[in-house]
């Protein structure tokens, strides 16, 4: 992969069935991480949804919008998915909750991770917490937002503990594997920020409302360029995540 890690990268957000994320991990973890990047994907993380118990997510990138095409081709016509595609998706109520984006800059997107992936079966030492925040507008993210992100937000937010890790935007490029369904008619703008522990996540989200930063300079924008509800996802990384 180039410095700009995975231009292309869907954030994938699962429904399951009551009780059956630990299941759907075990089998994630174990079966569809090194088949899957053997072929020229990254999995850059996988998540547990710490407000829904039956929500699971997931983040998979790829060098461009054809090599995409051809590296899900390959996967899900393959022996791996033809084993365990039933165990797969008997988890599942829907796993079309796809957002197709790309960094929003060339210096935006996933760093290269600063870990080895653990193996298979790994215990996992104690969990992170990922916040992606998610934006959405009645028309295209431009260049005045993300310079308005860049000098006005993400001090603000920086201050209040959450230094943003990636900004990622729609890829408005036709799907390649219609196959796959992913949103369409939508314009979004997701960041992402790491910290420690549940208890540090939760200091920077009672932290930030009472920021004069925050409400005296990034909010009042943000209320104007942003037109629809903001969604925030916590999640926490599996033991064979890369995103941790």
């Not at 991480?33 to 790829?62: A, T």
């Not at 431009?142 to 937000?153: G, M, N």
């Amino acid at each position: 992969m180039n410095t700009l890690r995975c231009p292309v990268v869907e954030l994938r957000q699962y429904t399951l069935h009551p009780g059956q994320r630990e299941a759907l991990i075990t089998l994630f973890d174990r079966e569809f991480v090194e088949s899957q990047e053997e072929l020229g994907m990254v999995i850059l993380g996988q998540f547990r949804d710490l407000d829904n118990p039956d929500r699971f997510v997931w983040l998979r990138g790829f060098e461009t919008m054809p090599s995409r095409a051809e590296a899900l081709a390959s996967f899900y016509s393959g022996p791996v998915w033809k084993a365990s595609s039933a165990a797969a998706n008997a988890t599942m109520i829907d796993s079309d909750n796809v957002l197709l984006l790309r960094p929003a800059s060339a210096r935006s997107g996933f760093p290269a991770p600063g870990i080895t992936r653990p193996p298979a079966g790994h215990a996992g030492s104690p969990a992170p917490v990922i916040l992606a925040t998610i934006y959405y507008r009645d028309h295209p993210f431009d260049d005045d937002f993300f310079y308005f992100f860049d000098s006005q937000a993400r001090p603000a937010l920086a201050k209040a503990g959450a230094a943003p890790l990636a900004c990622l935007q729609t890829e408005y490029a036709e799907n390649t594997f219609p196959s796959l369904p992913v949103r369409t008619g939508e314009h979004a703008f997701v960041w992402f920020a790491r910290f420690s522990s549940t208890a540090r996540a939760r200091a920077y989200e009672d932290r930030l409302p009472h920021s004069d930063l925050w409400q005296e300079k990034a909010l009042p924008g943000l209320t104007q360029m942003v037109t629809g509800a903001t969604e925030v996802l916590r999640l926490t990384p599996t033991a064979r995540s890369l995103l941790r």
